[in-house]
């Protein structure tokens, strides 16, 4: 008999990956639109990936580039927590 998986819910943890984005770049006094630019994408997508109702998936590339321009290493933006 096959297996029945209840399927994937990462909602929590794309939020988490938006407020961290959100706090590494308010922390370089980024905007939006300036770190949008800097990785090459449009404000909208930025704004997207950053609120915590929108849940939108980001590829290891715009992880890696967002990461770069806020010279953080990737690992901190997946594993935040501002406390520290």
């Known amino acids: 008999m096959a297996e ?6 990462n909602a929590e943890r794309f939020t988490e990956l938006g407020y961290a984005i959100a706090y590494y770049r ?6 939006q639109d ?3 630019e800097l ?3 449009s404000r909208q997508h930025m704004g997207a990936v950053e609120a915590p109702n929108m849940n939108r ?9 967002i990461a770069t321009v806020l010279e953080i290493e990737p690992y901190m ?7 520290k």
Not at 4 to 9: E, G, S, Y
Not at 26 to 31: A, E, Q, W
Not at 77 to 83: D, R
Request: net charge positive; proline share 6%; hydrophobic share 40%.
């Open 34 to 36: 300036k770190l949008a």
């Open 26 to 31: 308010k922390r370089r006094g980024l905007s």
């Open 57 to 65: 998936g980001i590829s290891l590339e715009l992880l890696f580039n």
């Open 4 to 9: 029945t998986r209840k399927p994937f819910d």
């Open 39 to 41: 990785v090459g994408i």
């Open 77 to 83: 933006l997946l594993k935040f927590n501002p406390e």
